[in-house]
């Protein structure tokens, strides 16, 4: 009998960034050690051209039979007059809308991924953190931009998640209908959105999400040590990351598939980008 435990990977993608997505997708497959564990992918589909899946399709197929991938399919007129720029394009902003593409489903929780991430441990163990009390799930962002100071949110704290990597509770997220609300926000605050989606987001979840180890969303302020821990405890935590990075977030404009582009842990990404079906990008 197959008991499988499903895990539900979810990214948001266009054709330009499929091949670093493969690269992730290839990181998580290759790290996994529990054999019981099924990944369903899901790539919410901006335009991706029909090589570039077939190209992800044979990167996760050759892996194992029992993993799946699916193209999802949003409505793009919630992001009409959304905030972008050459860094945050509007395909940011659909993890807004991505549960509500699982309502009517028995996905009660999923794992959204940036692309420009690779995962260097098995990740079941994120997957395992228990957020049924909670909405999400997330990692502090390593910036310490006092956001939610600065678009005038009262909080309980400052705390302020990098929604790179959010493990989303869906049913609570539907329930609650946070969608609805962040984009509210959004069509309500233009002038206050610096970092675009993810203010949004915090400003409607600020104080009901659970903290995660930053090692589970390295991102390159830690590694290229460009920020100042506010305490020994962020410390600690950030000499742990550099040790061991779980998942690194290449965040910021420099990516490491730029061949002009000096990156911390580049070598890594070059690593899984040369397992996958595409040709290398650099």
Not at 207 to 233: F, G, M
Request: some cysteine.
């Amino acid at each position: 009998m197959n008991t499988k435990e499903k895990m539900h990977i979810v990214a948001s993608c266009n054709t330009q960034f499929v091949p670093h997505l493969a690269a992730l997708f290839v990181s998580i497959l290759d790290n996994c050690k529990k054999k019981e564990y099924k990944f369903n992918f899901f790539v919410v589909d901006d335009s991706i051209e029909e090589e570039s899946k077939e190209l992800l399709r044979s990167t996760v197929n050759k892996y194992s039979a029992y993993h799946s991938l699916q193209f999802l399919e949003l409505d793009k007129s919630y992001f009409t007059n959304v905030v972008i720029s050459d860094r945050i394009p509007e395909t940011a902003y659909y993890r807004i809308k991505i549960p509500e593409l699982f309502r009517g489903t028995t996905i009660d929780k999923i794992l959204y991924l940036d692309c420009d991430m690779i995962a260097l441990t098995d990740i079941t163990q994120l997957w395992q953190t228990d957020i049924t009390q909670h909405l999400l799930a997330a990692v502090e962002d390593a910036g310490f931009h006092q956001r939610l100071e600065k678009m005038e949110i009262e909080s309980l704290t400052n705390r302020y998640f990098n929604s790179g990597l959010m493990l989303i509770n869906v049913k609570r997220w539907l329930n609650e209908g946070i969608s609805d609300k962040v984009l509210d926000f959004i069509r309500n605050n233009p002038t206050k959105l610096c970092y675009h989606d993810q203010d949004a987001l915090n400003a409607v979840l600020h104080d009901r999400w659970v903290s995660l180890h930053p090692k589970w969303n390295a991102q390159r302020y830690i590694l290229a040590h460009e920020t100042t821990p506010p305490n020994l405890v962020y410390e600690r935590a950030y000499q742990e990351v550099r040790q061991a990075p779980h998942i690194i977030h290449y965040t910021g404009h420099a990516k490491p598939w730029n061949e002009e582009s000096n990156v911390p842990a580049r070598t890594l990404y070059k690593k899984y980008s040369r397992m996958t079906d595409f040709k290398e990008s650099s």
